[in-house]
């Protein structure tokens, strides 16, 4: 029989999303609908609008739908715990569904889950900062010192590096990396930053590794801001780039020629690199509020000249100085703008004024 479904009393609309798991009596996108297919227990997928439908099965999925299923699965999902959207890469929509569905993480009364430990250890595989070669490294996590250690041998007594994790981002890029489990950690180290370039064969193991980390950093922020919310505090996790490309730039006497490099917009600080897996970025500009001094704005300052290649401008203002750069296409240009005038438009939290407000100056001053 054709399906003529009802969520909540309403009519779903059947546009999207356009599959439904039987087994759950959820509605999926299409893209979930290839993971749930890899479920056990809960591989049967249909298509709402080419499959047929038993009529048992239509009023397994009147009775149920996605907001039961989420009151159910989803009962008890950590702060810290990446819930991936649309946007997000495969790997983390694919563990997220695993984790609920599969391994019944988040129902209520579930045993404290393996990110809430206090201590992750374990061989992820790291790219050479000089050579670009990846090799197995042990990483271990500690929330009692707040850090990220890393061994060059497993057996070695003293780390490598050892990383704050109030100065850890960490995001999935598969593509940069060239890995569908790949995952970069960005860091300060010598008010600079650091890039590590991570990737696990196991997808459940790197993500893991990624809502610990998530895990120790929630507790740390807790211990220094006791007063601040989980809404307040959420947004210091974690989280991914707002935006990365390439674009063109001058030096500060803004005569100099333009170089493409590789731009990471990471909330409100702006880092370029030579390359985009570079292990360190060349410079790094803040942008704090517009109240404060900072600007962007369409085209170069009066009396620049652009010599490069690439000819649609953006100059950002700092109280420090200007810094001029070009876009490929106007499309690239404007989505950069956009971006920019977000970040700037946007009040800066107290947490933001106490720790990166003054990083933001220090930044401008290491900037060529």
């Known amino acids: 029989m054709p399906l003529i479904l009802t969520q909540g009393g309403a009519a779903f609309p059947l546009q999207n999303p356009e599959w439904g798991s039987c087994s759950l009596g959820v509605f999926i996108c299409l893209t979930c609908s290839g993971i749930h297919r890899n479920l056990p227990d809960h591989a049967k997928v249909k298509s709402l609008r080419l499959s047929r439908w038993e009529d048992s099965e239509v009023q397994f999925m009147a009775e149920n739908g996605n907001e039961a299923a989420k009151s159910k699965y989803e009962a008890q999902v950590p702060v810290y715990y990446y819930k991936p959207t649309h946007k997000d890469c ?22 404290p889950l393996v990110y809430e430990e206090g201590t992750r250890d374990g061989m992820l595989m790291k790219r050479g900062r000089d050579n670009g070669q990846f090799f197995s490294r042990r990483f271990v996590l500690s929330e009692r010192e707040g850090t990220l250690k890393y061994f060059t041998k497993f057996d070695a007594k003293e780390p490598k590096a050892v990383i704050k994790v109030d100065t ?17 950690i960005t860091y300060l180290k010598d008010f600079s930053t650091r890039n590590i370039f991570l990737h696990h064969e196991s997808s459940k193991e790197i993500v893991d590794w990624f809502n610990s980390i998530r895990a120790v950093q929630l507790h740390y922020l807790k211990v220094a801001f006791p007063g601040a919310s989980d809404i307040e505090l959420k947004p210091k996790l974690t989280r991914n780039f707002l935006k990365e490309g390439y674009m063109e730039k001058t030096g500060p006497r803004q005569t100099e020629g333009f170089k493409k490099r590789w731009f990471t917009l990471d909330h409100r600080k702006l880092m370029y690199f030579k390359d ?6 060349k410079g790094e500009v803040f942008l704090g509020h517009q109240d404060l001094g900072y600007s962007a704005s369409l085209g170069l300052t009066p009396g620049a000249h652009c010599n490069g290649a690439w000819q649609h401008g953006i100059t950002i203002k700092t109280p420090e100085r200007s810094f001029l750069f070009t876009c490929e296409t106007e499309t690239e240009q404007l989505d950069w703008f956009k971006h920019f ?15 990166e407000w003054k990083n933001g100056h220090l930044l401008h001053q290491i900037t060529i």
Do not use: C
């Open 168 to 184: 850890i981002n960490a995001s999935f890029q598969p593509e940069k990396i060239a890995h569908p489990n790949g995952l970069q």
């Open 90 to 111: 495969q790997v983390l929509k694919e563990q997220w569904i695993r984790a609920k569905y599969e391994r019944l993480e988040f129902i209520q009364g579930k045993k």
């Open 341 to 355: 005038n977000e970040v700037i438009n946007t009040p800066m939290s107290p947490q933001e004024y106490s720790s």
């Open 276 to 281: 985009p897996l570079d292990a360190f970025a």
